[in-house]
């Protein structure tokens, strides 16, 4: 007798969604599995892998992660160049740099920025403002109507400012990320909100990245939970892929900033991990995890 | 479904204020709204009670009993105070609440025997909230096994599952419409009682109600006896007394797998098809429930 594979299939899948333009375009989203399942259903689209980089001359990075990029933390464009010459698939911006309690940084000043990275990289960019609500939507804005078209990922917006972001999104053919605080009821509420304004393939959930010992379990389960209520239930307000902005997360511990080791180490369990839990692009600090994931993500481990 | 008037609280201010100062107005104004509205009980919420226990619930049944004629739930933690209360009570009261907590086995049972109360017995034990149905049921199969043991009989026990709100744990929604269902196959006599607007809070003010009422129509389809609850709320007053058949029916329907037609269907119809979705754990909770 044939022994038939019990599989589970579902009728669901993520969005797919369509980051940067041109030669620049790249996908994620598509499937009608959960996390990794590949044996079950249809995946048209792999995680992706981000590096992350600043405006702020990599402030209070750990050495070891700054390494890397040592010659080039001063000049964001080369520093750009440098993530994509070490592999990764997309560039992850932090705005650390308009911070008002930091450089502060203008928002014309961010524009002009990313519009320079944005044409010196062959790869889709990400951008996070510096996380306060009202310079963010300003610094966003701006970016967004300088870069208008190129299909940036843009965020954070959160519950207090969603609205303008949203608004600069949809105006100049951008996407956005829409964060909330580790709470799946809130992050449905943020995604119920934005639909109103924009296309479900235009939104990419950030639920938070916790780093592994100060909470990555709430980021496992909310990422998993997310995945579960989007496949397996068909919820339409949270078919959207996630993302795990977890770089700077984990090199802020005490752990990682022991030693080089130990910091590559955390920040690698802390992806593989959130990778299990269904994040479909990963942002990491520190490119031997960039070729790390890349390749588990490829099942050649 | 008997309804036990919630709004005379110690968590409202006014009523807070108003007990503090034992001015008797407001408390009155509050319990012959109640009255009027439809109540069949009034409960009165001391809280702990923690300063002039005695005096202050001594006061407050007193001032409620020379406005209203209706039986009482007495609702407080300390057991003076609710010894203090119910000496008063002028009709039998409703001892609410005790519990399989130890102290509550040994502070506040007894005292529904002594002044032969009816008692609200909850499914809470020494370790908190039972997460399931089946840890529910081997929590409150002990406490009563306890009860009786003292004299107290199952008719005269009323029993809380404990509602959490859905906006914290949407699962335990579902849990407590099946430990109802279930309930008097487990415990032949007894009766059951649920805090309704506890379901809804956390969520935004405006949007509890429909929450409460939704909520009350699927447990009285699974054989709820009595719920706490706003009887100040008009609708939530109307649907327990019959009204809008229609909301109703779709609610049974929704609970029962069966398929309903939306075409034609009213925005607040609509509403209540949401909601008790929600509730019955088919859509995740957001506060934006209703609007997508």
Same mark, same amino acid.
């Given at each position: ?80 160049? %440098?993530?994509?010459?070490? =592999? ?16 502060? %940084? ?22 996070? =403002?510096? =996380? ?82 100060? =909470? ?86 | ?11 409202? +201010? ?32 001391? *809280?702990?009670? +923690? ?62 025997? #002594?002044?032969?109360?009816? @008692? ?36 005269? @026990? ?15 929604? #579902?849990?407590?419409?099946?430990? @109802? ?7 032949? !006599?007894? #009766?059951?009682?649920? *805090? ?5 809070? !956390? ?9 409460? +009422? ?8 699974? *054989? ?17 007394? *019959? !009204? ?6 779709? @609610? ?21 098809? #949401? ?18």
């Amino acid at each position: 007798m044939d022994y038939k594979v019990p599989l589970e299939t579902y009728n669901n899948r993520v969005r797919e969604i369509v980051l940067g333009k041109g030669n620049r375009e790249l996908k994620i989203g598509g499937q009608n599995i959960l996390p990794l399942h590949y044996f079950e259903g249809h995946a048209p689209n792999k995680p992706v892998v981000a590096l992350q980089m600043d405006d702020n001359h990599a402030n209070g990075w750990a050495e070891w992660v700054v390494e890397p990029y040592k010659d080039v933390v001063a000049d964001p464009v080369k520093w750009a160049r %440098r993530c994509v010459d070490l =592999g990764a698939d997309l560039v992850c911006l932090h705005l650390d740099g308009t911070d008002p309690k930091g450089l502060n %940084r203008s928002a014309e000043e961010a524009g002009s920025l990313i519009k320079q990275v944005c044409s010196a990289v062959d790869r889709p960019l990400i951008v996070y =403002g510096c =996380g306060d609500e009202k310079k963010d939507v300003e610094v966003l804005t701006r970016v967004a109507e300088e870069c208008r078209g190129e299909r940036i990922l843009l965020g954070p917006a959160v519950k207090e400012n969603y609205e303008a972001i949203a608004r600069a999104v949809a105006e100049n053919d951008h996407l956005i990320i829409a964060q909330t605080p580790l709470d799946i009821n809130l992050e449905k509420e943020l995604n119920v909100k934005l639909l109103k304004q924009l296309s479900p393939d235009r939104i990419v959930i950030d639920p938070l990245s916790s780093a592994l010992g100060y =909470g990555m379990e709430y980021s496992f389960t909310i990422m998993e939970r997310t995945r579960q209520v989007a496949i397996v239930y068909g919820d339409t307000a949270m078919q959207m892929p996630i993302i795990a902005d977890l770089g700077a997360e984990c090199w802020k511990t005490n752990q990682a900033r022991a030693n080089k080791t130990q910091g590559i180490m955390w920040e690698c369990i802390t992806a593989i991990s959130l990778l299990l839990a269904g994040a479909d692009i990963i942002v990491l600090r520190h490119p031997d995890n960039c070729t790390f994931i890349k390749e588990v993500i490829e099942r050649k481990l | 479904m008997i309804l036990i008037g919630e709004n005379i609280h110690i968590i409202s +201010r006014a009523v807070s204020e108003a007990i503090k100062e034992r001015n008797p107005e407001y408390i009155q104004k509050l319990a012959l709204a109640e009255a009027r509205a439809g109540a069949d009980y009034l409960d009165l919420n001391l *809280g702990p009670a +923690r300063k002039d226990p005695e005096e202050v619930c001594s006061w407050l049944v007193n001032t409620v009993q020379d406005v209203v004629d209706l039986p009482i739930s007495l609702d407080t933690m300390n057991p003076l105070a609710m010894e203090a209360g119910l000496r008063l009570c002028k009709r039998r009261p409703l001892l609410n609440s005790a519990s399989g907590k130890t102290e509550s086995k040994q502070n506040m049972m007894p005292l529904a025997v #002594k002044y032969n109360t009816e @008692i609200i017995i909850s499914v809470l034990t020494d370790q908190g909230c039972p997460p399931d149905v089946d840890s529910r049921v081997e929590s409150i199969m002990d406490t009563v096994a306890y009860a009786n043991g003292i004299g107290i009989a199952n008719e005269d @026990i009323w029993i809380d599952p404990i509602i959490l709100p859905v906006s914290a744990d949407q699962k335990q929604v #579902k849990e407590a419409l099946e430990f @109802i269902k279930i309930l008097p196959d487990l415990l032949p !006599g007894v #009766k059951s009682v649920i *805090g309704l607007s506890n379901v809804s809070n !956390g969520t935004p003010a405006n949007l509890r109600g429909i929450l409460n +009422r939704t909520y009350m129509l699927m447990m009285e389809k699974n *054989g709820l006896y009595a719920a706490i609850a706003d009887v100040l709320d008009a609708e939530l007053m109307e649907l327990n007394s *019959g !009204g809008m058949p229609g909301i109703r029916e779709m @609610i049974y329907m929704i609970m029962d797998g069966s398929p309903v037609d939306l075409t034609g269907l009213s925005e607040k119809e609509m509403d209540y098809v #949401k909601t008790a979705r929600v509730l019955m754990g088919e859509m995740l909770y957001s506060h934006a429930w209703l609007e997508s």
